[in-house]
């Protein structure tokens, strides 16, 4: 993962563009959309900093830094959005299927939300999907081999017995049922 | 805290950090980080109520996305000392 470096180092003050984030969190939903409506209306640049330094007493002192904050909103409204439905397919899931364990509801949810977000094209979830279907595969396919040689020991060991008890038909019988309960068991 | 415990914790850190002032559902935050397949649920939700409680993070509750989580000014000092 890059280094991400800090707007200001530890012990200063924030920068605007910080202390305008710290705002935006804490807005209620109708003010975040009056402030997106502004920022996508016609209304300059200019002026709409003006009215942060009036409202918020923050100043911005570049239209890059408004730039920066609407691309860094755009993308907390974007999941924002997804927190919404994630929490709404865990409500449904859980309503739906009351037997199920919470591992078994948040592996669902998880897995829609990477269906999803392969769908809309967000690439870095969805290699992480990617990786996570490979190694719930990879899982499958250990336990199959795992299955498999434990088949092949039991009904070895079954022939194995038969081998030593050819003569003995009261034993013979004994082995025919087991034979047939190893067979069921490790079908 | 064990060895899994940090690792659980500092990826979650990262992801926060990665946010550069965001927030983000606990929900969201363990699908970034890899998953039922890098921990359990439970593991998870462990790993978040510890660094809650070391205020690491803020969770700010909100009626229809559940928690949303941002990470501190302690839990950047936190996850430079834990690199």
Same mark, same amino acid.
């Given at each position: 993962? $890059? ?6 180092? @530890? =012990? ?20 975040? !959309?009056?402030? $997106? $409506? ?7 640049? /200019?002026?709409?900093?003006?009215? *942060? *330094?009036?409202?918020?007493? +923050?100043? *911005? ?24 439905r994630m929490q709404e397919n865990e409500r449904r899931l859980k309503s739906e299927h009351p037997d199920w364990?919470?591992? &078994?509801?948040? !592996?669902? /949810?998880?897995?829609? $939300? ?13 290699? @992480?999907?990617?990786?996570?279907? +490979? ?13 498999? =040689? ?8 079954? !022939?194995?017995?038969?081998?030593? +008890?050819?003569?003995?038909?009261? @034993?013979?019988?004994?082995?025919? @049922?087991?034979?047939? &309960? ?6 | %805290? ?10 979650i850190l990262e992801i926060l950090h990665d946010l550069d002032g965001g927030q983000a559902n606990s929900l ?11 921990? #359990? #649920? ?39 000392? %834990?690199?």
């Amino acid at each position: 993962m $890059s280094e991400k470096l800090k707007a200001t180092a @530890a =012990g200063q003050p924030d920068s605007e563009l910080t202390k305008l984030k710290a705002v935006w969190r804490r807005l209620p939903d109708d003010a975040r !959309a009056y402030w $997106s $409506s502004q920022f996508a209306s016609e209304v300059s640049q /200019v002026k709409t900093r003006a009215e *942060l *330094l009036t409202k918020f007493k +923050i100043n *911005l002192r570049f239209d890059k830094q408004l730039n920066q904050f609407r691309s860094w909103a755009q993308d907390q409204e974007e999941r924002d959005a997804r927190a919404e439905r994630m929490q709404e397919n865990e409500r449904r899931l859980k309503s739906e299927h009351p037997d199920w364990t919470l591992e &078994e509801v948040r !592996a669902e /949810v998880l897995r829609q $939300s990477y269906l999803e977000t392969l769908a809309t094209g967000n690439f870095k979830l969805g290699l @992480a999907a990617r990786k996570s279907d +490979i190694a719930e595969q990879a899982l499958k396919f250990d336990q199959e081999k795992f299955k498999e =040689g434990l088949r092949t020991k039991l009904e070895s060991g079954v !022939a194995e017995l038969a081998t030593h +008890i050819k003569s003995n038909p009261k @034993a013979q019988a004994a082995y025919e @049922a087991l034979k047939a &309960e190893v067979k069921l068991a490790t079908k | %805290m064990t060895t899994r415990e940090l690792q659980i914790c500092k990826r979650i850190l990262e992801i926060l950090h990665d946010l550069d002032g965001g927030q983000a559902n606990s929900l969201d935050i363990h699908a970034e980080i890899g998953g039922i397949n890098f921990c #359990s #649920s439970g593991e998870f939700d462990a790993a978040l109520a510890l660094l809650d409680r070391k205020k690491f993070v803020v969770g700010i509750k909100s009626k229809f996305k559940g928690v949303m989580w941002n990470i501190s000014d302690a839990g950047e000092a936190a996850r430079l000392e %834990m690199r």
